[in-house]
């Protein structure tokens, strides 16, 4: 009895410590971000690659020229997460290492994601998410986004060229790689809104062209959208694919999708099928009516703007390919 009765304190304990974690979770989930930020502009993992041995706090903060307690603090938190390693090197002194997710937030690099975190983590994107609520409880066609900047995400890159330039860099480091560059027989048009397309630099095999596609697409054998659906509400994307089935041949035509497809079942929240849900969440506030799809939510859309059949290939990615046909 007593055994059981210990058992049951002990795992009572064990349930409290972990509902006590989960809360502080919730509470200073934003700390991660801002950390990672902090790590970006200081340039950690940049020197730290360029270092094979694990580097001490004090070489690391007269390299990168700041306070040592404070760089201290900065990579304990980091440390606790996983992210960077500290290792034993000579005289019982102790160095910091590289991880596979620091790699990620060197400034520049192949496989980068530093442009994203520093698009999410800046003052624009931040404020629209103080405004969630506003788009679940108004029956206005405002999002989070309208609500904090007075218009949508598309119309305020428009004016605001640096913002603007963050969210290129930050989806350039997303969809990195080209398929003209895998294929070169292939003839490519980057399609944009003015403001985005004029600007683009360019690019051996794509020729960039300015347009709205709510009015029409370029004419193509293929149109391939990635991360573009997702921003826009059910209604829009019907329109969206309905211009794109009138650029593309209806016998050999496609239109090839790249975007997350949700899982009916609620999941655990560590996979990467979790980072849809997140993803979801992102669109809830920064544009007005996208959202992630099921794959029941995306066979509506596209049946409904008039495409007979659809694929969706699985590959070890977030986001799947669907292709769908006229
Ligand atoms: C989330 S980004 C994805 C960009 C690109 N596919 C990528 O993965 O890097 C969405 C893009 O849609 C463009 N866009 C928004 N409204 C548009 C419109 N009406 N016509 C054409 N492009 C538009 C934006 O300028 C932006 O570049
Ligand atoms: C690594 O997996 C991913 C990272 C980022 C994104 C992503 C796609 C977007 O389209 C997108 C966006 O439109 C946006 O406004 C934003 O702030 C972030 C964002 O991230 C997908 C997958």
Known sequence: MAKETNGFARLNHVGEEEVQADIWRCISGFTEMAVAKCAIELGISDFLETHQEPVPLNQLSSALSCSASSLHRILRFLTNRGIFKLVPIENGEMGYLQTPVARLLKRDGE????????????????APWHYL??????NENTGPFSAAHGKDVWEYAKTNPEHSKLINDALACHARWMLVEAFPWINGINFDLPHVASVAPPCHGVVHVEGYMFHSVPNAQAVFLMSVLHDWGDEECIQILK???EAIPKDTGKVIIVEA?????I???KSLKDVGIMLDMIMMAHTTNGKERTAKEWAH???AAGFSRHSILQ???IEPVIVAYP
């Open 111 to 126: 496989n980068s994601m530093a442009a994203l975190v520093l698009l999410e983590s800046s003052p624009v994107i931040l």
């Open 133 to 138: 609520s506003t788009r679940i409880l108004s």
């Open 243 to 245: 211009k794109c089935m």
């Open 261 to 265: 497809v949700l899982d009916e079942k």
């Open 267 to 269: 999941g655990k929240g």
């Open 301 to 303: 859309i596209l049946s």
């Open 315 to 317: 590959i070890p990615a």
